[in-house]
């Protein structure tokens, strides 16, 4: 009789039976089920594969050998020796929200501790540290951070690649027979490989996403009964791992999910450490990169933060170009203080400038790098990553620091921290700008992982001695997102790429994992600086608006017709932010037609985006059905309010022009099922429709607040 162990989450849950030897086996996966009583009686088939015994397959972590014959989710060795691992003496400790699984394997002489957690917001998290009991070094050549089980049938697994500028993209695809894999090994989160996928499979949804920022894998294995596991963990260089004798491997957190607005509720409420212990409103904020890249004038950003604070923004971010002799991109990182040339009085009088007006003050650096032509390389060439005898590869003129040698992370710290306390910043845009390649350290051996574990560590060393100062997540825009820098970051750069219309599909698949309070999207100039595209001012904002709403522009160069139109977005973003970043209140449709929907969904309001990309097909659009949370008091509704106040419509009817001008009501059940049935929008075009209760006393909200409630 095997012991069974419940993991429960709001909405999945995962079950399991301790063996007497082997790893735990999946019995159960999924939305809130009940623990299968008969498992713990009935074994499995006597003969799998020919053996001889009854060997599972549906095990969390599955090693090799020992009759399992599918992906290993653990290999190790001890030069060449105990490369099988057989776990014995499992026990458990915690309960359905977190749980402790113990084993030792006694011939390899290696420990396992297995950690289970279930969110209050329905995500499951797993890890797993692996132990070096033995005399000798132990070489884990993998060990992931944890596996889950899908249902076996017909399966569409959706992945994520993309590029520089054009992160996020979704790509669909049925899974089949034998192993679908993503390995990552860019050093960094990578714009091409996002370390998380979502699965469809016996009528559910799962996504399942690795919280780390280095190299990663993904494998999704079909087992012999045409169920599959997902194992998700880091992707080791060879050698890279040795544990000592005591030593221990720590994986990264992998986690599991039934939606979008559990990841984001879980990421917003449980992950994200904000200064204060809550989310505070998310600021509207100007970076100053497109406006003037490396040409820093103080007296120009003090006008450009005056003209930005008369529009309503509410921090002022200093970009690449304050420091060292940072002309261009050619020099100077590492060398962390003030360029005398460009704020010969250093930053205070800017500072006190942007906090005079109301204003945060923010701040870029790019802290893991160097370039070859700085004072710090000159002074430390050896600090760098490298392998000896191999050429130093260059990416944008700059090589990466070892950040697990403590003097290089101590020199960065106190840097940092002497910029930080010279002036009231409270902000910090921490970028990262190229691959890693020669992740070698000074013993020859591969560092990748430990250098994920350094820059990790700096940041929390960072925000511990400067608790309210939030950090931005940049890596060539979206090139380090995931929920492991989200233990210390509160904001994305989503993409270097701010053409709204690329945005929209860029947009559509960060949000999958992103709660949009948390993910960086700023109106900037046109034409784009990327694209050269040509959009208007009101699609640019309402493509931004639902999430943290930024702007990449000098505001000095706007007309004051501009002007008034921007102070218009901003303050229905302030009006609206409430309820466009309430934990869960968000949805999407999937793009339909070159349409876009998203939104947010309040008690008494609800926030519609619709926007056309290209021109459609079809010859008019369906309504638009919105994948609103069913409620027993559905309630009467009409359209509140529209914006722009005339959308770029084709041939709207009557009856359309009544529905938007809010004359017509109707019950929430048809916005679910029925739709809104807006006429179609001219390409590159969009409109924010809010959507208000009208019947009964639940009506909370006015027409100039927004509920979130
Ligand atoms: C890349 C970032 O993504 C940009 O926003 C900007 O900060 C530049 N680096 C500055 O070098």
Avoid at 42 to 64: A, E, K, Q
Avoid at 68 to 79: E, L
Avoid at 369 to 383: E, G, I, K, T
């Amino acid at each position: 009789m095997r012991t069974t162990i419940t993991i429960r989450s709001t909405a999945l849950s995962l079950v399991l039976g301790l063996p007497e030897r082997g790893m735990p086996e999946i019995l159960a996966f999924g939305r809130a089920v009940a623990a299968p009583e008969f498992w713990p009686r009935v074994d499995r088939p006597g003969r799998v594969n020919g053996m001889d015994v009854s060997v599972p397959m549906s095990v969390l972590l599955p090693t090799g050998g020992l009759g399992f014959f599918g992906w290993p989710a653990i290999a190790g060795h001890r030069a060449g020796r105990d490369f099988i691992l057989g776990f014995t003496g499992w026990h458990a400790e915690g309960d359905e929200a977190a749980t402790v699984l113990a084993a030792r394997d006694p011939v390899a002489r290696i420990g396992i501790k297995i950690n289970l957690k279930a969110s209050a917001h329905g995500v499951i998290s797993m890890s797993i540290a692996l132990s070096n009991e033995g005399n000798d070094s132990y070489w884990l050549d993998r060990c992931m951070a944890a596996s889950f089980l899908i249902p076996d049938g017909p399966a569409e697994l959706t992945s994520f690649t993309g590029m520089w500028g054009r992160e996020f993209q979704m790509r669909r695809a049925p899974l089949s027979n034998g192993l679908w894999m993503q390995e990552n090994r860019r050093g960094r989160t990578s714009h091409d490989r996002f370390p998380g996928v979502i699965v469809a499979a016996g009528g559910e949804t799962f996504g399942f996403h690795l919280g780390w920022s280095g190299n990663h894998q993904i494998a999704v294995d079909t087992l012999d009964d045409g169920r599959r596991l997902v194992h998700l963990g880091e992707l080791f260089e060879p050698g890279e791992i040795r544990l000592a004798p005591g030593e221990s491997y720590q994986s990264p957190v992998a986690y599991a999910g039934p939606d979008s607005a559990a990841f984001h509720a879980f990421v917003q409420e449980e992950l994200v450490s904000w200064p204060g212990g809550r989310m505070q409103p998310r600021p509207v904020m100007l970076n100053t990169w497109e406006g003037n890249y490396f040409n820093h004038q103080p007296a120009s950003l003090m006008a450009q933060a005056s003209a930005a604070a008369a529009l309503g923004i509410e921090r002022f971010v200093v970009d690449d170009g304050w420091f060292g002799r940072r002309d261009d991109d050619s020099t100077s990182l590492g060398d962390w203080t003030v360029d005398a040339k460009k704020y010969p009085d250093g930053l205070q009088p800017l500072v006190e400038h942007v906090t005079g007006l109301g204003m945060q003050f923010g701040l870029w650096f790019e802290p893991e790098m160097v370039n070859p032509q700085s004072r710090l390389y000159a002074a430390h060439p050896d600090w760098v990553l490298q392998v000896e005898g191999r050429p130093l590869l260059l990416s944008r003129n700059q090589l990466v620091l070892d950040l697990t040698r403590p003097e290089v992370a101590d020199y960065l710290f106190e840097a940092m921290r002497a910029v930080l306390a010279s002036v009231a910043i409270t902000y910090i845009k921490w970028d990262m700008n190229r691959d890693l390649t020669h992740v070698g350290g000074a013993d020859g051996t591969a560092r990748t992982s430990a250098q994920t574990r350094a820059v990790y560590a700096l940041m929390a060393r960072l925000r511990q001695a400067f608790p309210d100062v939030e950090i931005e997540a940049c890596a060539s825009g979206g090139g380090r997102v995931d929920y492991g820098v989200f233990r210390y970051a509160h904001r994305i750069w989503t993409s270097d790429c701010t053409d709204a219309f690329e945005r929209l599909a860029i947009h559509d698949g960060a949000v999958q994992f992103v709660p949009p309070a948390m993910l960086g999207a700023d109106f900037a100039s046109s034409p784009c600086h990327q694209t050269g595209r040509r959009l208007t001012i009101a699609f640019r904002a309402l493509v931004a608006l639902a999430y943290h709403l930024g702007f990449e522009i000098n505001p000095l160069e706007l007309t004051p017709a501009e002007a008034d139109e921007l102070r218009y977005w901003i303050a229905l973003y302030k009006r609206l932010r409430p309820l466009l970043h309430a934990p869960g209140a968000f949805f999407r449709n999937a793009p339909q037609d070159g349409r876009f929907i998203w939104g947010a969904e309040g008690q008494s309001r609800i926030v519609v985006f619709v926007a056309q990309a290209a021109q459609m097909i079809g010859e008019q659009p369906p309504s638009v059905r919105l994948p609103l949370k069913a409620r027993a008091d559905g309630g009467q509704w009409h359209v509140a309010a529209i914006h722009p106040a005339e959308p770029e419509f084709i041939w709207p009817s009557k009856g359309q022009k009544a529905l938007l001008a809010g004359e017509i009501s109707f019950g929430f059940d048809s916005l679910r099922l029925t739709g809104l049935p807006l006429p179609m929008l001219r390409p590159e075009s969009g409109v924010l429709i809010e959507l208000e209760r009208i019947d009964g006393t639940a009506i909370h909200s006015g027409p100039a607040t927004a509920d979130g409630a």
